[in-house]
């Protein structure tokens, strides 16, 4: 079955600290990976894409990597900032005919002054 | 600036009644989706369109309609045959297959 996992449910770190966010996947075939930053009650809003063959991207403070043999995703963020307090959401597409796209739950990051 | 615009912002209907959601987008994008989002879950699609006048089923249309009448308009119905409609509902469109995809800011409906 398709799924995927993302940990932690919820954290809270202090400003200026580092973070990062886990997303496990057993999608398959796979095609690539999206991270969504998701203020509260506002529309999720695209971070970074990961293809097969990427590694890593950087978006800013935002540094998102995939080890596709692990099946493994991780978003950091450096010198978080208060407006990083937001829910982020871990998405994989499925290389069908409908190009599936299976959701992870979200970590809610909270950032304190 | 273009976007996608949902309204309304909140809503709230009593058992029993259908109510209709509304979503606009002016980018100019063929396709647009409905997705429900519930505390603790991932985004679950509703209804989708590829093109003007044809739409499909998602994972969980039972108790929803939609239509497609026109490209910048993809209005979703909640009817009362949908047994826990209290959520969350996103819409979202994209341009092409490889795009990501551009949501909406939301309507949060409690039914009671």
């Known amino acids: 079955k398709n799924q995927v996992e993302q940990s932690p449910q919820s954290l809270i770190i202090l400003e200026g600290k580092n973070c990062t966010l886990q997303c496990n996947y057993t999608v398959s075939p796979f095609s690539n990976l999206r991270w969504y930053k998701q203020d509260t009650g506002r529309g999720p809003v695209s971070l970074t894409i990961?293809?097969?063959s990427e590694n890593t991207k950087s978006n800013g403070r935002y540094t998102a990597t995939l080890d596709a043999d692990t099946k493994q995703s991780s978003l950091h963020i450096t010198a978080s900032q208060l407006s990083d307090s937001a829910s982020y959401i871990c998405v994989v597409i499925v290389m069908d005919s409908n190009y599936q796209l299976i959701w992870g739950a979200g970590t809610k990051l909270i950032i304190k002054p | 600036d273009g976007g996608i615009t949902q309204s309304p912002k909140y809503l709230f209907r009593k058992e029993g009644q259908n109510v209709t959601l509304s979503c606009e987008q002016n980018l100019n994008h063929d396709a647009m989706y409905w997705y429900r989002q519930d505390p603790g879950q991932g985004l679950r699609l509703i209804y989708y369109?590829?093109?003007?006048?044809?739409?499909q089923k998602g994972d969980i249309a039972e108790g929803y309609s939609v239509s497609r009448e026109k490209k910048e308009s993809f209005p979703l119905t909640v009817t009362s045959a949908q047994k826990n409609p209290t959520a969350f509902y996103l819409c979202?469109?994209?341009?092409?297959?490889?795009?990501?995809?551009?949501f909406g800011n939301g309507t949060r409906l409690t039914v009671t």
């Open positions: 369109s590829q093109i003007v006048n044809d739409f």
């Open positions: 979202a469109s994209k341009d092409s297959q490889n795009s990501p995809l551009h």
């Open positions: 990961m293809t097969f």
